[in-house]
């Protein structure tokens, strides 16, 4: 796989400048909202900034108008009294009780509880990404996560050799979790092999990390999954296809 092109990007609302921001990082940004059209762009250490709008390789990701509806074409017309005053004959049935609605507010409440009891059984890992204005990609079908959070389930924080914190690795899909929390990326490479290795094509995975994680950790955590990628293929069986794993960021920005 290709190297993943860099670029610098300055946000003029908070007049800030994130360095060495891999596109897919800033693809996703653009569809999340947490970049506009008139922010800039940059080659590594270049003194040319673009606005992200005269860049054509990110023109796919700006957001687009919504086009007119059926309903702003014209407005309904007022009802006309027609002078016929027709009475509706009294059945028997007007006294039984409708139990539509009812039927209506049971099935929701039904699906709130099926959603609530599957997030909270660990089908997706608990953890606290940041929000996003216009939200364009959720996890799916066919889509995989990465977690990336600064503590275990449990609460547990893991420092490396030089005292710094270890981000927490866990991987998984629409229908469950393969790899709990582990402050080790072999156990990520390992499960992302298992479940990989009999793909091919394009693979779409979601890097979701936590609102408090630096974006220099997402940066590093983007490359080794890149890593990955380079080993799994380097290492299928013959007649095996290429595997192309699309890596969709979820990252976080400094507070305000």
């Known amino acids: 796989m290709a190297t993943q092109r ?16 891999p596109f897919a990082v800033i693809a996703d940004w653009l569809q999340q909202g947490r970049l506009l059209a008139e922010d800039r762009v940059s080659l590594p250490g270049g003194k040319k900034w673009l606005p992200i709008i005269e860049v054509g390789a990110f023109q796919p990701y700006l957001p687009r108008p919504d086009g007119m509806a059926a309903e702003d074409a014209a407005e309904a017309l007022e009802p006309v009294d027609m002078g016929l005053n027709w009475s509706k004959r009294r059945e028997e049935d007007d006294d039984e009780v409708d139990m539509i609605p009812l039927i209506d507010v049971s099935l929701v409440l039904l699906i709130f509880f099926m959603m ?9 890992s608990p953890i606290q990404t940041p929000p996003a204005e216009h939200q364009l990609a959720e996890i799916g079908k066919d889509m995989f996560w990465v977690g990336v959070d600064s503590k275990s389930g449990a609460g547990a924080i893991e420092r490396g050799p030089d005292g710094k914190e270890l981000p927490w690795l866990s991987f998984g899909d629409d229908t469950g979790t393969f790899l709990l929390p582990s402050t080790r990326l072999d156990d990520l490479a390992r499960s992302i092999k298992t479940q990989l290795d009999n793909r091919e094509g394009p693979v779409r995975l979601r ?27 380097a290492n299928r069986p013959p007649g095996k ?10 990252v976080s920005e400094p507070k305000r």
């Open 241 to 250: 296809g290429p595997l192309a794993i699309t890596i969709l960021a979820e």
């Open 116 to 124: 609530t009891a599957t997030v909270s059984s660990g089908i997706i």
């Open 6 to 21: 860099l670029l610098d990007v300055w946000i003029l609302d908070s007049n800030t400048v994130y360095k060495g921001v």
């Open 207 to 233: 890097l979701r990390a936590d609102l408090n994680m630096p974006i220099e950790e997402i940066q590093k955590i983007t490359l080794d999954l890149q890593g990955i990628e380079q080993s799994l293929n």
